[in-house]
Each structure stands twice: as structure tokens, then as C-alpha cells.
């Protein structure tokens, strides 16, 4: 799927002044995301085989590529644009000065990948992503060390299971893996419902999918 961001910026201009800036970004995010109820991504579909959106002037653009006939097909442009003052994930976006693409359309959502300036905002963002849509999840981390594939490093975070990824979600946002450590195990058990010790397993299993990954050899 192309991407639909190669010559727009997800940034308003009224509210952000636009200077001459460029770094080298290496660190990105896919993401699995379904808007909230005032987001006009939210007309996705199982009809919708893409979508580009872009916020300007704190209004979401979004447009999508839908067939209309299926066997026949046919492919129409559909584009819906709504002005809010509630924050919607183009907002979060733009907030943390990332440019998203969509790489696919599911029933429930999109699936975007976003560069980001580092690691440390991984978490940030995906913590502020949730407050705007209905289900935010973290499917991996792609570490780009040269152009060539295989020099990237990737974190496939659907091989842990829900439970796990939130568990470790958690403890990352809590600032539990800080040193010294912002929250206890007890406190992130409490808040998950579950004992230390079930949480403990949990967060070590995640840990050990992660660096296998890390270090496949």
C-alpha cells in the first residue's frame, strides 16, 4: 500500500509555526487503532481496502478508497472531513510532531506505522492515543539501523499474548522499569486486578519474548 502521507504533513498550521527542521528518524511504530466515535475514520469498513488522513486548521480529512462492487471492481473515492474541538487521534499526531501512514484498513479500525524521534515517546503516545479512540495496541517496534531489511530490528509485540503486552504497557507507562522504579509490582497488581505474583509471571514472560527478539542469537 502506498503511503499516503509521502508529500503531507499531519500538522496544523494555525496552531503550530513551521520552521526548517530535519533529523534522521529510525525508530517505528505500528500501530492497530479504532477511533473514537467523532473521528471520521470511523466510516471504515470491510468495503475500505485504504484510507489517508490529514489534520489542517483543526479539521480531520480523511478519505477512502471503497468497493462498491466487489466482483466487478469498481472503486470509488469516498471524503469526509469534520471540524471538532475534541481531540481525535490526527491531534495525537500532530502533537507529537509524527507524520502517520495507514498501511491497512480492518473491520474494527486502521493500522497505521509512524517514525518517532526515539523510544522514549513510544509509550507517551500510545498512552495519549488512548485517551482519544475506543482501542490503541502496540503490534510492533522497528528499530531501522540501515536501509537494508535486514539490518532492522523488530519487536513483534502480538507474540505476547493480550494480558502479557498489558501488563508490560503498564509497567512502562508507571514508570515501573525506571530506575529508581516510580511504582511497585503491588501497585500495577492492584490496578490490573490480579495478584504481585501472577503479574510477576506475566512481566517476565513479556520480558523474555522481548529480548529473544532482540538478541535472536
Same mark, same amino acid.
Request: proline residues 5%; glycine residues 4%; hydrophobic residues 40%.
Given at each position: 500500500?502506498?503511503?499516503p502521507?509521502?508529500d503531507?504533513r $499531519?500538522?496544523s498550521?494555525s496552531?503550530?509555526t513551521?520552521?526548517?527542521h530535519?533529523?534522521?528518524?529510525?525508530?517505528?511504530?505500528?500501530?492497530?487503532?479504532r477511533p473514537?466515535?467523532?473521528?471520521?475514520l470511523t *466510516?471504515?469498513g470491510?468495503?475500505v481496502i485504504?484510507?489517508?488522513?490529514?489534520?489542517?486548521?483543526?479539521?480531520c480529512?480523511c478519505?477512502?478508497m471503497?468497493?462498491?462492487?466487489? $466482483?466487478?471492481?469498481d472503486i470509488?473515492?469516498?471524503?469526509?472531513? %469534520?471540524a471538532?474541538?475534541?481531540p481525535?487521534?490526527c491531534?495525537?499526531?500532530?502533537?507529537f510532531?509524527?507524520?502517520?501512514a495507514?498501511v491497512?484498513v480492518e473491520?474494527?479500525g486502521?493500522?497505521?506505522?509512524? @517514525?518517532?524521534?526515539?523510544?522514549d515517546?513510544?509509550w507517551?503516545?500510545?498512552?495519549?492515543?488512548?485517551?482519544?479512540s475506543e482501542?490503541?495496541?502496540?503490534?510492533?517496534i522497528?528499530?531501522?539501523?540501515?536501509t537494508?531489511?535486514?539490518?532492522?530490528?523488530?519487536?513483534?509485540?502480538e507474540?505476547m *499474548?493480550?494480558?502479557q503486552r %498489558?501488563?508490560l504497557?503498564?509497567a512502562v507507562e508507571?514508570? @515501573? @522499569?525506571d %530506575?529508581p522504579?516510580?511504582?511497585?509490582?503491588?501497585e500495577?497488581?492492584?490496578e490490573?486486578?490480579i495478584s504481585?505474583?501472577?503479574l510477576?509471571?506475566r512481566?517476565? *514472560?513479556a520480558?523474555?519474548?522481548?529480548?529473544?527478539?532482540?538478541?535472536?542469537?
Amino acid at each position: 500500500m502506498a503511503d499516503p502521507f509521502r508529500d503531507a504533513r $499531519a500538522v496544523s498550521p494555525s496552531t503550530m509555526t513551521i520552521q526548517n527542521h530535519s533529523e534522521a528518524r529510525t525508530i517505528k511504530a505500528v500501530l492497530e487503532i479504532r477511533p473514537s466515535e467523532w473521528c471520521p475514520l470511523t *466510516t471504515t469498513g470491510e468495503d475500505v481496502i485504504d484510507a489517508q488522513m490529514l489534520l489542517a486548521n483543526d479539521v480531520c480529512h480523511c478519505e477512502f478508497m471503497v468497493d462498491t462492487t466487489g $466482483a466487478d471492481g469498481d472503486i470509488t473515492i469516498e471524503h469526509s472531513s %469534520q471540524a471538532h474541538d475534541d481531540p481525535c487521534s490526527c491531534h495525537v499526531f500532530a502533537e507529537f510532531d509524527c507524520v502517520p501512514a495507514i498501511v491497512g484498513v480492518e473491520p474494527d479500525g486502521i493500522v497505521v506505522s509512524v @517514525y518517532l524521534p526515539g523510544h522514549d515517546v513510544i509509550w507517551d503516545l500510545v498512552s495519549a492515543l488512548k485517551e482519544v479512540s475506543e482501542r490503541v495496541v502496540l503490534r510492533k517496534i522497528i528499530e531501522e539501523q540501515g536501509t537494508s531489511a535486514e539490518r532492522a530490528r523488530t519487536i513483534d509485540m502480538e507474540s505476547m *499474548t493480550d494480558k502479557q503486552r %498489558q501488563a508490560l504497557e503498564l509497567a512502562v507507562e508507571h514508570g @515501573y @522499569y525506571d %530506575q529508581p522504579s516510580e511504582v511497585s509490582l503491588s501497585e500495577i497488581a492492584s490496578e490490573l486486578d490480579i495478584s504481585k505474583q501472577a503479574l510477576s509471571q506475566r512481566l517476565a *514472560t513479556a520480558e523474555r519474548r522481548v529480548f529473544t527478539q532482540l538478541f535472536p542469537d
